[in-house]
């Protein structure tokens, strides 16, 4: 076999294993055979196993033959001539995409171990592995995607996973509203992202990623097209990047997502899904180079995010709350990164950031006890220093800071107020007016008595 | 107290001493579970404990809304499957009724067959849309159901057949002009054309049957009606409309936001990294001032928040002035306003409740709440209800608006056809009689008064009250199985062969808990030659204790003693140089992993960590795929900060006790005092029986990523671990000059006999031993014997665990059973660690030996007491119960509640917990704080009321009761069951409203097995009784 042949073989490895999961879990069920929680697990494990040592062969190949660029086609799919579109998989193995897809294969193999412990004899234990699924073929999709389609498919299918997972405890209210706002917001980044793969067709023709970003291996690609054109596509993608990865002003679903049992809030919210608009801005890097102000404009979102963070996670009092903005602060430090060019500094920060906070997450029911455990060791209770806000800020500053903080920054009581409750009202009178409009055409026919 | 106050119908509520009382009284009615830390299981409805207990449970419905008892399906499935006995429920509707059994129904039956029907069979109801449901495409107007036994089947349907087909001479004597016989008519003549009215002749058996439900259903439908009209209607409730709910909803989710942010900043342990500003000023001026702040509320409903409490706060209204001013403003009548305080304490009861706990129960804790915080804490919440009614005013308005558009449809609905209320009682007739095998003829000639006072009869009988009965009938059944198991058990002289003859190689004393009945067992089975003891987990020594590692002194006694002692551990006194450089490592170690805590959620820390964050992956991949092995890994890497060898610091040297070095410790004299009363209480005081080695064990249960971890461990240490009061007591009693006091005092110890103190951890069955380079060198080899025999039964009591575990295969062994109880205390992703005191059902007081070698499934406390070393003013017994009735009952109702509501009483699913404020769980990112105990814990629990059997007279213990006010009203109340056993007489009686009612023996046989394993193996549901062979001494 040609390393050609090699590289196929890995490749379809990598992306066959989670589709053949989420194809047994789906039609098991579809045909009314449901599988044994055991079953389950193995089958997971089976599958993330085969997926990562896809991934670490290709590595291997690709560190031993030093090839730098490895693309991948599974086929067109859609062809409409006429428009000049076809849709068509591609993947690419890349210095972006083998690392990161290793981190999610890792992350989902190590929370699927857990999860199928901990979600044991849980009456949605079928349910949350078939999302599992689901998230774990879109993250794999997502991170190879060689061109913009396939990687909103990717994208759709971690989103979707995502929010069903918020709302896992479907009996409960708060659950259902905080995944119908996550995925509102997706929704939102979703159209962005979609405005921006249709602008990206009308400039290059394709939807390639090459074809975008001229012909260098990542990092080093150039963007082919100009400097207006990547503003207004970058901004959209900025857009689909902020929504994703709860960048400002969409930061509040972040701490509501934390609804879901707490495996998937760790591999999902604090790991893998927000940092994937991170990650989107890395595979687009070429064209913020491009543009400076589109480069600064990112810089701008990256930092005030984080800062928003910082100062938010402070005021938290649970453990999950503090984690999440925790998290946002490092997301809002790493998009600051990419438009700073940093892009291998971003990279392992985001692997990094990754993993210490999966494993915080998942640690986080032992607080009280790690408390215990410090203050035994200090022999005292633990020390609270005066932080150097604290001792600088005056009085009514920092109550004001505080509050703002407590608030998470009125983020989402601004946009419920002013965008949300104007939406619904405008929809809502134009209900009435149409209600009223055929009461007006049917009195005629139908008097009611 | 100013009586003119009170007693005038005031019409200005301005006398403050009433509203903090009516506060003070409310707030009796909140959760009682402090800080999650030190969790003490505790009866869930202890505000209505002066209450009997089934109008307790009911006053919790009303209160918290609260199922009183399990779902009635969940009873049927169990009376299906044999665990509730029809007989069972036919003496208890036969005691319940009384003289009234017999009465007469409607000419339809007696009241006592109408119920027992009624529980017997499965009747469906449900809300509207399920109901037509059933009734439209189901078979429920096709085929009779299936209880319905097919003789009543075939004479209901035989005797409509020959009507049927006779009908056209119509029976003499009735006069035409009866209007029963005219609604009939009109049924038939709409339903017979449905059917084929002129071949009736030519039905099929399946066209017989269907036309004879119709017509019972038609029937039913009428009579229904009929009695609708004779009896007084009650004008229905103006309720809110739907929309307006839901305006309502929306302004409790933004009040309650706001207040359950603001509440767990105010009482934060120092999780957060700013503290709230100024919250020295308390909850109600600190919310003000928070709240009154300009440029801080973008959105209306923040923004009236802002004016009210900027109005409040310029106005400098004390918190009382507030309330008052609020109830004024709302209009609430002078009566209705207790309830309505109560209303708002337990719109967030836990957060209210903790509030509570805080300002009354915790000056321990790092921030204790400040006196009159529930109060303050009252007046916010009243505040902000306010401004949210502002706030949404509009909302209001437009949904008002928009239910006048909608308020034809919902009239027009409910006119169509019967009432939902209606519809479900004709469906209960309707499927009564088929059971009962009522004639549709005979129901329709039911005049509307005798529909009325059928309807009245099943509307008396309604869910709540079958469900009463169907619990007492479980409950009996396991009452019975128990008391007759234990007549059975000792018939053939069980007492005497479990008597020993001689000393007992070694003797093992356990805590009293049901979790300690298995390991007690298995070490008898194994060693047929020892004995086992139960006495509360703490030795009676109520202490604070402080570990080596430890940063403070913890109590570890019961939550009702208040500890007067302080204990300490040290390093021996060769090592203290060495022990004082780990110290300082330790301190660094600790330091540094609080830095890293703090820094990994900050900006420049969090950029630091995040790049060096890959190193993270090891520690987790390693702890969740080999829990076991990161976890030596873990304790070996702790040993070498630790110091090796400690000794307990137990005797004072000054006179008076506390927590300073001198006076750590107790005297002899008290310590002889202990000693003695705790051999005494367990029956050990007589030489010839105390064996050379005596083993105390305490008890706790090591998990991690366990928020609730404290619950599982001793409930007699206060939610803390026994392993020190057991070394405590072992040192004690090896003191030569407490055995000389003792001697005097006529209680000798043995010259050869040495105390070793150990502590079992329940959770991963590990045994450790203290001092035991203390042991003489004579008894190394009986030791070291023990110590199999416990290693074996440890594994087997493991084993027994494993089989309740369905991740546990049934086929393990004892020694895989031993390693995968190991590996859930160290896994980060397992929910049940162990399943702590679920299944708990009984509780034993008195000698082993009659409860030896009787397979109990770790159901049962097991306190051990000697009557026959008692004086006879059962003094010994009294103290005992005083403690041991209250603590056992507080466990079991916790269990109870817990398990028969979860989401109210209990604190629902663990796995969307999220710890707050170092305090609680909360479920999912923002809710009320969660008490009591979660699903995990309680799924396998059968909830019922402990059965206490206590080996005494009938006499003493009316005494007893009429002594003791708590223990009178845990019994007197039914809150729990009791019985006292006479083994030597056989004698058996059971506490039955205020006296003893005598138990005849039934004469079961026992099932009779080899081991404990024979019995319980390759099962995994609850087993009943079995007499062990081999244990006996």
Known sequence: MTPDEFYYAFGIGVVAAPAVLLAVFGLTSLVGLPLSERSMSKFTEASVVIGLISAVAILGMMLALDDRHVPLEIGNWVAIPQQHFHFHLKLVFDRLSVPFVILSFVLCGTIGAFASRYLHREPGFYRFFLCYAFFLLGMVISTLAGTIETLFLGWELVGLSSALLVAFFHDRLNPVRNGLRVWTVYRIADAAFLLAALSLHNLTGAGDFDGLMGTGAWPEGHATITESNALLVGLLLLVAAAGKSALIPFSGWLPRAMEGPTPSSAVFYGSLSVHLGAFLLLRVSPILEVSVVLSGIVVLVGMTSAVFGALTARVQTDIKSALAFASLTQVGIIVAEIGLGLRYIALIHIIGHACLRTLQLLRAPSLLHDYHSMENAIGSHLPHRKSLWERVLNVRIRHWFYRFALERGYLDAVLDEYIVRPFCATFRWCNRMEKKWTDFLSRGADEKP | ?1033
């Open chain 2, 1 to 1033: 107290m100013v009586t003119t106050t009170s007693d005038r119908p005031s019409h200005t509520y301005d006398s403050r001493f009433d509203l903090s009382k009516t506060i003070e009284h409310a707030a009796h009615l909140l959760p009682a579970q402090g800080p999650i830390e030190v969790f003490v299981h505790h009866n869930t409805l202890h505000a209505f404990e002066h209450l009997p207990f089934d109008r307790a449970v009911v006053a919790g419905l009303k209160v918290h809304g609260a199922s009183p008892y399990l779902p009635e399906d969940h009873y049927r499935r169990q009376l299906a499957v044999g665990r509730i006995q029809v007989a069972a429920l036919e003496s208890v509707l036969l005691e319940q009724l009384g003289e009234t059994a017999d009465l007469l129904v409607a000419s339809l039956g007696t009241r006592y067959a109408l119920r027992l029907a009624m529980l017997q069979f499965s009747l469906r109801t449900g809300n509207q849309a399920e109901l037509s449901w059933v009734i439209a495409e189901t078979d429920a107007l096709r085929k009779f159901c299936g209880d319905v036994p097919t003789d009543v089947r075939r004479r209901t349907i035989e005797d409509i057949q020959r009507w049927i087909t006779t009908r056209d001479t119509r029976p003499a004597g009735r006069p035409s002009t009866d209007p029963t016989t005219d609604g009939l008519t009109r049924i038939l003549s709409d339903l017979l054309p449905r059917f084929g009215s002129n071949s009736s002749a030519l039905w099929n058996d399946r066209q017989w049957e269907s036309f004879v439900l119709q017509l019972l259903w038609q029937i039913c439908c009428h009579g229904v009606e009929s009695a609708d009209r004779c009896s007084v209607r009650t004008s229905g409730e103006e309720s809110e409309s739907e929309a307006r709910q839901a305006v309502r909803k929306e302004m409790g989710v933004v009040v309650n936001n706001v207040l359950i942010q603001f509440c767990s900043s105010f009482l934060d342990q120092g999780f957060a990294n700013w503290e709230l500003p100024e919250r020295s000023r308390g909850f109600f001026q600190t919310f003000l001032s928070h709240y009154c702040r300009a440029y801080c509320s973008p959105t209306p409903w923040l923004n009236e928040l802002q004016r009210e409490a900027t109005r409040i706060y310029e106005l400098k209204l004390s918190p009382m002035q507030s309330i008052c001013e609020s109830i004024g403003l709302r209009g609430i009548a002078d009566d209705d306003r207790e309830a309505f305080i109560e209303r708002m304490l337990l719109a967030l009861p836990g957060w209210a409740g903790m509030i509570w706990q805080m300002e009354t129960n915790a000056e321990w804790a790092v921030h204790p709440a400040p006196k009159g915080s529930l109060t303050e804490y009252l007046a916010v919440r009243l505040i902000a209800e306010r401004a949210a009614e502002r706030a949404f005013a509009r909302d209001l308005a437009a949904a008002d608006a928009h239910d006048e558009i909608h308020s034809e449809e919902t009239i027009s609905r409910s006119l169509n056809g019967l009432s939902l209320r209606n519809r479900q009682r004709a469906f209960t007739v309707f499927q009564l009689a088929q059971v009962r095998g009522w004639n549709p003829r005979d129901l329709h000639h039911l005049s509307a008064k005798q529909w009325a006072a059928l309807i009245h009869e099943l509307d008396a009988f309604d869910s709540l009250e079958r469900r009463r009965v169907y619990h007492k009938a479980y409950e009996k059944k396991y009452r019975d199985d128990t008391l007759q198991a234990l007549l059975a058990h000792n018939r053939d002289g069980g007492l005497r062969k479990n008597h020993p003859a001689s000393r007992a190689v070694f003797q093992v004393v356990c805590c009293i808990d049901d979790r300690e009945e298995s390991f007690r067992r298995h070490v008898e089975e194994v060693e047929p030659r020892c004995e086992t003891f139960g006495v509360a987990g703490f030795f009676g020594i109520a202490m604070y204790y402080r570990g080596v590692t430890d940063a403070h002194f913890r109590p570890l006694c019961p939550v009702n003693i208040k500890p007067q002692h302080f204990v300490s551990e040290e390093p021996v006194y060769s090592m203290s140089r060495l022990s004082e450089r780990q110290a300082v490592t330790r301190r660094r170690i600790g330091r540094a992993t609080h830095q890293a805590h703090l820094g990994s959620r900050t900006f420049l820390g969090g950029l630091l960590t995040g790049l060096l964050g890959s190193v993270a992956a090891v520690p987790l991949v390693a702890r969740i795929l080999f829990p076991r092995t990161a976890s030596r890994i873990r304790k070996q890497l702790g040993r070498i900060v630790r110091p090796a060898a400690t000794q307990l610091r137990i005797e004072r040297l000054a006179e008076t006790p506390g927590d300073s070095n001198g006076q750590l410790g107790y005297s002899v004299a008290e310590m002889a005092g202990i000693v003695e009363g705790g051999l005494r209480a367990i029956g050990l005081s007589v030489t010839e029986r105390i064996s050379p080695l005596v083993l105390i064990c305490g008890h706790g249960s090591g998990s991690i990523n366990n928020p609730h971890e404290s619950a599982y461990n001793c409930g007699a240490c206060s939610g803390g671990r026994g392993g020190p009061n057991a070394r405590a007591f072992s040192q004690m009693a090896n003191d030569h000059r407490v055995r000389e006091i003792l001697a005097e005092r006529g209680l000798t110890i043995p010259h050869d006999t040495h105390f070793v103190g150990g502590y079992h951890n329940t959770c991963d069955d590990s045994l450790t031993w203290f001092d035991l380079d203390l042991l003489p060198i004579r008894l190394r080899d009986q030791f070291e014997q023990a110590q199999s025999v416990i290693d074996e039964a440890r594994a087997r009591s493991a084993r027994e665990r494993c089989r309740r575990f369905v991740s546990a295969s049934l086929a393990i062994s004892p020694a895989d059973a031993l390693a995968h109880v190991e590996g859930r205390s160290e896994d980060l992703s397992q929910a049940r660690p162990e399943y702590n005191h679920a299944t708990v059902a009984l509780s034993f007081v008195g000698r082993r030996a009659w409860s030896r070698g009787l397979f109990l499934d770790r159901r049962s406390f097991l306190t051990s007491y000697d009557p026959t070393q008692d004086g006879p003013d059962s003094h010994i017994l009294e103290q005992m119960l005083r403690a041991v009735i209250p603590v056992c009952a507080g466990i079991s109702l916790e269990y109870y509640f817990s398990t028969v509501d979860n989401e109210a009483y209990g604190c629902g699913n663990k796995l969307p917990h999220n710890l707050t404020s170092l305090l609680g769980v909360m479920t999912g990112a923002a809710s009320d704080l969660r008490p009591g105990l979660a699903a995990q814990m309680v799924e396998i629990h059968e909830p019922m009321r402990l059965l206490f059997v206590i080996e005494t007279t009938p006499d003493t213990m009316m005494r007893i009761i009429d002594d003791n006010p708590p223990i009178a009203q845990l019994i007197r109340g039914d809150w729990v069951q009791l019985a006292v056993y006479q083994p030597d007489q056989s004698r058996m009686d059971l506490y039955r409203d205020g006296r003893f009612v005598p138990i005849a023996d039934t004469d079961v046989r026992l099932p009779r097995v080899s081991s404990s394993e024979e019995w319980f193996g390759g099962r995994r549901e609850h087993l009943g009784f079995a007499a062990i062979e081999t244990t006996s001494v």
